[in-house]
């Protein structure tokens, strides 16, 4: 009986969630004339699968078992569920009928009935699993989903999403390359770097060098060098050479209280 009430309330909340989600991730494609629901790095990714429905799902895949793994061990849900599963799944749902993303991924309604369908099913199957699997086993579930979702996410998303790089064309290929090399080195994963690679590509590609690209790529740069610092890679950096450290940056990462 607990288990029918713990699904019943899942279906009411997941679909909810899910309706929210969707509509605001394909809002987020109309901005700056509409207020979207999401993160940048929603709107990134979804656009990095560029509108094919095995990439948005392969990609919301590689979340969702750490989602799992994180409501069978812990009780609680990720973030990925409302920024990653379930956007791109309704977008693989709606693809896999209709391959123009401006009639489907762009679409807030279209989006938030799929996002209501898919999220009622996820929150229902990640709830209802928790719920029957014993206590003993929750630890057991955990040692074996955590390692495979690692994998997906530091080794399997990263290559994908490299070789959706390469394909995009020459510039979105070696800013991808480029730009991945760098978030790897920097953040210890590739994706994000990848990803804004993919952006800073294909805007020269459809709009050359104008203001707007000229602002994105200086963005991504100054990005990429406060990320650096706050990391504290540059003093990394001058150690692996074995050299020594500099005083005035010593002193400038202690002003920031970076260690």
Known sequence: MEVVIILFKSLII????????????????????????GAFRTLGEMNACEGDAASHFSFG???????????????????????????NWAAALLLTRNKNVE?????????AISGAIIG?????????????????????????????ATILINTVMPVL????????????GFWGTLFGALAQLIMGNAVPGVVLGI????????????????????????????????????MKMIESFRL?????????HNVFNVK
């Open 14 to 37: 997941g679909g909810l969630l899910g309706f929210a989600a969707g509509a605001g991730a394909a809002r987020m494609f109309h901005a700056p004339k509409a207020q979207g629901l």
């Open 244 to 252: 020594g450290i500099p005083g005035w940056l010593t002193d400038l």
């Open 61 to 87: 895949l590689g979340f969702f078992f750490n989602s799992w793994a994180s409501v069978v061990g812990a009780g609680a849900f990720t973030q990925d569920v409302t920024h990653r599963i379930i956007p």
């Open 161 to 172: 999403f490299w070789l959706a790089a390469i394909d995009a064309g020459k510039r979105s």
């Open 199 to 234: 952006l800073v590509g294909k805007g020269v590609d459809e709009q050359g060098w104008t203001k707007i690209t000229k602002i994105i790529f200086a963005a991504t740069i100054a990005l990429f060098i406060f990320s650096a610092f706050f990391r504290g890679f540059d």
């Open 103 to 111: 009639e489907t991924v762009h679409n807030p309604k279209k989006m």
């Open 120 to 148: 009622a099913l996820l929150v229902a199957f990640l709830n209802t699993t928790a719920a029957a699997i014993p206590k003993s086993l929750q630890v057991t579930a955990v040692a074996v989903l955590v390692p495979a």
